[in-house]
């Protein structure tokens, strides 16, 4: 099993920057490819980014290319997403995930979850 906490969220204006963490406890956090997906009510779940444990080899939403950064520290156990540029259509509760099927853009891929985080950019 594997322990998942985000925090980090908030309410931040447009253009503005937040840095969403994922702390994770149980089993060892390596081997585990992590994934940022977000949702807003009444829509499906999306994803957003995507590191892989081993090469680290990112994959983004194209929406948050340029303006999205995600990282891990396999030492801390944390995952990072740095969220820079932002716009009111970034809202959302944001997860984070990990998983070790190679489909990392899909939320298919992973089997552990995290509560979410709630983020909100007003215009």
């Known amino acids: 099993q594997v322990q998942l906490v985000e925090s980090g969220g908030g309410l931040v204006q447009a253009g503005g920057s937040l840095r969403l963490s994922c702390a994770a406890s149980g089993r060892t956090f390596n081997g585990y490819n992590m994934g940022w997906f977000r949702q807003t009510p009444g829509k499906e779940r999306e994803f957003v980014a995507a590191i892989t444990w081993s090469v680290g080899y990112t994959y983004y939403k194209d929406s948050v290319k340029g303006r999205f950064t995600i990282s891990r520290d396999n030492a801390k156990n944390t995952l990072y997403l740095q969220m820079n540029s932002l716009e009111p259509e970034d809202t959302a509760v944001y997860y984070c995930?990990?998983?070790?099927?190679?489909?990392?853009?899909?939320?298919?891929?992973?089997?552990?979850w995290g509560q979410g985080t709630q983020v909100t950019v007003s215009s």
């Open positions: 995930a990990a998983g070790q099927r190679v489909t990392v853009t899909r939320g298919s891929a992973y089997d552990y």
